[in-house]
């Protein structure tokens, strides 16, 4: 395993905000780390970077304990944070070249540019250079030592579209080269594309993880505006969820949607319901699930 | 890539820091704002404050000191009486142009910015944006950084500082005297060194980069404002000067004049302000340690109340302590009345007499450690004695009721130049350039090229006695107002004794009497009294003088006559004259003094041992002399008197 925690534990003051954080990443495989904001992701990203130092628990990266690695250690990890950290009085090319030289096998200058999408800008000053070729210039950066262990903290943030996927397509890039990728994303799109793993973080603690498609589940959304002076059957009623102004129902599988859509109409009749939506859970509604029922539970405690 | 070699490790950490320091000065290089104006600043700067300040003259730091004070003798013979003028350091050296004070000091500046600003700037903008938290997951070990920063700092440092002083050496005659060069270099590293670890501390003491700037030069220029960046040394309040000697940037300052101070000989350290530039070093490098953060200061989340305790507290405690200096150093001065010290009336002074008061300063509270103003103001019978700063003990001797008033020394004018003799205005004060002879008044504009006709002085005014204290510490008072009596009553033929208590003089035979004429100065120190002329020949004549006995009590007259010598060389001027005190040889050289008719003057000294020797210097080879002998006398401490005769005659 390239990266190994288990029960970290960290407080600021009084402040605790990981509780006990477990996870572990394979060599060759990402790992989206989810959580809402202050929920401790950047947190556990530094302490793994060896940045911050972890209260109690045990956290191993490479074999190397991140709080003493020391340079052996940061000789085989490329980190993206998540603010920006560039010298903007230098060239693109020379940013490289700079940070490079800190590494004992740098990668070739040329390479990175076409990698991270930044070809025929290495002659431009850093001053110059748009939010995303700047963000593209990091991941650039984190890539330079030619590392095994790759932490990314929020990685495609103001990125366009079309950067976001070359940045995706590095990624995978990455995990072909055999390295373990530790990200971390507000972008369930990007999760559910780049990761083999997710994990959400809430509170300082894992609340679930796996593969994004499991954790979505196999089940089939059946979501609706219903018109209220039309009443559902008491069948329906039982199954049916309210969810603001939606009805969610579930169902297991393709013929049970159709059977639960046959009930529905003759329930309702025509044009009794409105904004049909047929689909699989997304990572997001996972995600919100997640958070929101965490949250409420933290907010009861 | 085949061409690149795989190594276990990266490159040698000195290699980094080499590595990092020419990055440094390729991005200075590169930002003509940051790293250009840098060096051109102290550049820009020097031919201002040059214009600021015309002909104005400097006691270099560092000039080898001989004592307490100086007295300056300005007299005309026959025509009229004798002038003196007391002045500031004694030095072996006389006041150098202020250019050779000014370019070093404008370099230390410049070291300064190049250094604090510099990095305190870059490295808190390099902080805030991230890049320093970057580096730290970079496998460059972040002293390495640091070291890097530091060492581009030391580079441009002596660039700048090389660039001044070049500046200086081209337009303004500034001296670089090669023997101190290794001092030179070492104070600017060591100087540039501190100065960066004082800037890396700064950077906790700036909570943004927004603020760095402003802070740094809010920082930066009122200590350059007092520590005799911009303006001469002497212009300064005396308060101001020790809170300046207490920062940084005026141990550099004085250390890199030091270094550049021709009279000064190899290797010329100055270690005193090398030690306090050290203690600054380690002031900047324990508070990095402790203080400095590598995070932006928004992303420091360790400390519930990081402004309070990194920048509030030692803001505080610095503000409360300098404002406490300042106003403890600063509450004596204030009020008139405290820097007037009345010695009270002085006994009526008989025709040619003599009358003596003496004060002891350590008993007035307000008066600080060195004299280094006076006053001196008599109103109708009454001497009032204006000391702003006097260590021991000051003797007031003579004064007479038409003296209506004596001179004002003050700083400007004591360590401009020489401060001349009053004029036809009892009021007004001037100073003479002993090497050039130009006149000068108090506001430093020149009035003559030629000093005589100033030295005129009514007889009247000019009645008194030199007196000059002469104890461990030195000479603690630089004089009173006049020389001698009427030189009318000074016999022109022969040799003669003259004393100014009154008794007439008498002819001695036997005696060689040495006149002491025109401008010279007395130096009282450690090493003895000497009488210095303006320095520019070589000695060629040595006369030695041995005492009888000990020396104690107040040596009252030194009683000296051009007849024996004029009648042997009579047109050869005296050079200069020397009495010290325990030591035989000296190195100092001085320059002409006119020859005058005969005039004298007093010592009191209280030297307690050690035998008196007397060196005369004219500008052509003399016969050697032989000392017969020379007699004491004056007033001992248990009031019998001492006086010194001198007695010469050729060798055989």
């Given amino acids: 395993m390239a990266i190994v925690t288990s029960a970290v534990r960290k407080s600021y003051g009084r402040r605790e905000v990981l ?114 070729e700047r963000r593209r210039l990091e991941l650039a950066l984190a890539l330079v030592g030619d590392p095994e262990v790759v932490f990314l903290d929020e990685p495609t943030t103001g990125f366009d579209p079309a950067a976001r996927r070359a940045a995706w397509r590095l990624v995978g890039a990455l995990r072909a080269r055999g390295c373990a990728v530790f990200m971390t994303t507000h972008s369930m799109e990007e999760a559910h594309h780049l990761a083999d793993r997710v994990a959400v973080l809430v509170d300082g603690v894992v609340v679930a993880s796996g593969p994004p498609d499991h954790l979505s589940g196999p089940d089939i959304e059946i979501r609706f505006s219903a018109d209220s002076s039309r009443g559902l059957s008491p069948g329906l009623a039982a199954l049916a969820v309210v969810d603001g102004s939606d009805t969610v129902l579930r169902a297991g599988d393709a013929d049970a949607v159709m059977a639960i859509l046959r009930e529905l109409y003759d329930c309702v009749g025509p044009g009794g319901i409105r904004e049909l939506r047929v689909g699989r859970r997304t990572l997001e509604d996972v995600y919100l699930r997640l958070t929101e029922n965490e949250m409420d539970l933290t907010d009861g405690d | 890539m085949a061409t690149e070699v795989a190594r276990p490790t990266g490159r040698s950490h000195w290699r980094l820091v080499v590595r990092e320091c020419r990055w440094e000065v390729r991005l200075l290089a590169r930002n003509p704002l940051a790293g250009l104006l840098l060096v051109v600043l102290p550049v820009l700067l020097l031919p201002l404050v040059h214009a600021l300040n015309p002909h104005v003259r400097v006691t270099l730091p560092g000039t080898p000191r001989l004592g307490g004070g100086t007295i300056g003798f300005f007299g005309t013979g026959a025509a009229g009486g004798a002038g003196l003028m007391t002045s500031g350091a004694p030095t072996a050296a006389g006041p150098a142009l202020y250019d050779q004070y000014l370019a070093p000091t404008l370099a230390a500046f410049g070291i300064a910015v190049a250094s604090f600003a510099n990095l305190a700037i870059g490295l808190t903008f390099a902080r805030e944006d991230g890049s320093l938290k970057r580096l730290r997951g970079t496998p460059l070990p972040s002293w390495v950084h640091l070291a890097g920063r530091v060492a581009s700092s030391l580079v441009l440092s002596l660039t700048i500082a090389a660039a001044t002083i070049g500046a200086g050496v081209a337009f303004y005659g500034v001296v670089v005297p090669a023997r101190l060069l290794p001092a030179a270099v070492v104070t ?93 070093g380690v002031v900047g490098v324990a508070a990095t340690l402790f203080w400095f953060r590598w995070w932006p200061a928004s992303e420091r989340t360790r400390q519930r109340f990081p402004l309070v305790r990194r920048v509030a507290v030692p803001v505080i405690v610095v503000a409360v302590i300098v404002a406490t200096t ?70 007031v001797v003579g004064a007479e009721s038409t003296f209506t008033q004596c001179e004002v020394l003050d700083r400007a004018m004591v360590d401009t130049g020489w401060l001349g003799a009053i004029g036809e205005d009892p009021s007004s004060a001037v100073f003479v350039d002993p090497c050039s002879g130009s006149v000068f008044d108090t506001n430093g504009t020149c009035i003559s090229t030629r000093c005589e006709p100033l030295l005129h002085v009514p007889a009247e005014i000019h009645r008194g006695d030199v007196v000059v204290r002469l104890d461990k510490a030195g000479l603690t008072f630089r004089g009173v107002n006049g020389v001698g009596g009427r030189p009318a009553a000074i016999p022109g033929e022969g040799a003669a004794t003259y004393r100014t208590d009154g008794s007439d003089p008498t002819i001695k035979q036997d005696d060689l009497t040495i006149t002491v004429p025109a401008t010279i100065t007395v130096i009282a120190d450690d090493r003895g009294l000497r009488i210095l002329g303006p320095p520019d020949h070589q000695p060629t ?112």
């Fill in chain 1, 19 to 132: 509780r006990g954080v477990s996870l572990t990443v394979a060599s060759g495989e990402v790992l989206a780390l989810l959580g809402p904001n202050g929920a401790g992701k950047t947190t556990l990203v530094e302490i793994l970077e060896g940045h911050r130092s972890r209260d109690s628990g045990d956290a191993k990266v490479l074999g190397f304990d991140p709080a003493n690695g020391g340079r052996r250690f940061r000789e085989r990890i490329g980190i993206v944070l998540q603010s920006a950290g560039l010298d903007r009085r230098l060239r693109v090319g020379e940013t490289l070249e700079l940070v490079g030289g800190y590494y004992p096998r740098p990668r070739p200058v040329d390479e990175l540019l076409v990698e991270a999408g930044l070809a025929g800008l290495a002659d431009r000053r850093v001053r110059t250079l748009s939010g995303g």
């Fill in chain 2, 188 to 280: 600017v590293i060591v100087g540039a060194a501190v100065f960066c670890a004082l800037g890396i501390a700064m950077t906790s003491a700036l909570p943004s980069a927004d603020v760095a700037p402003a802070a740094v030069f809010a920082v930066l220029l009122p200590m350059a404002f007092i520590s005799n960046t911009f303006y001469p040394p002497q212009v300064e309040p005396a308060w101001m000067h020790t809170v300046a000697r207490w920062l940084p940037l005026e141990p550099l300052s004085t250390a890199l004049a030091t270094a550049f101070n021709p009279s000064r000989p190899a290797p010329g350290f100055a270690i005193g302000e090398l030690g306090a530039l050290a203690g600054w």
């Fill in chain 2, 326 to 395: 300042v106003i403890w150093l600063n509450r004596g001065p204030a009020p008139a009345s405290a820097q007037s010290v009345d010695i009270g009336a002085l006994d009526a002074i008989p025709d040619g007499g003599t009358s003596t008061r003496t004060i002891d300063l350590n008993t007035v509270r307000e008066l600080s450690p060195t004299l280094q103003s006076s006053s001196l103001v008599a109103e109708s019978s009454r001497l009032r004695l204006l000391v702003h700063r006097v260590d021991t003990t000051v003797t």
């Fill in chain 2, 541 to 652: 004549l040595d006369l030695g003088l041995r005492t009888q006995g000990p020396l104690a009590g107040t040596i009252q007259s030194i009683a000296l006559g051009p007849d024996q010598i004029s009648t042997a060389f009579a047109r050869r001027p005296l050079r200069w004259l020397s009495l010290p005190v325990g030591q035989q040889d000296q190195d100092s050289a001085s320059g002409v003094i006119t020859h005058a008719d005969p005039t004298s003057w007093t010592i009191h000294t209280t030297a307690r041992q050690g035998s008196l020797t007397m060196a005369m210097v004219t500008d052509r080879p003399l016969p050697p002399w032989r000392v017969i002998s020379l007699d004491l006398s004056g007033t001992t401490p248990s009031g019998s008197e001492l006086r010194i005769r001198l007695r010469l005659s050729r060798a055989a």
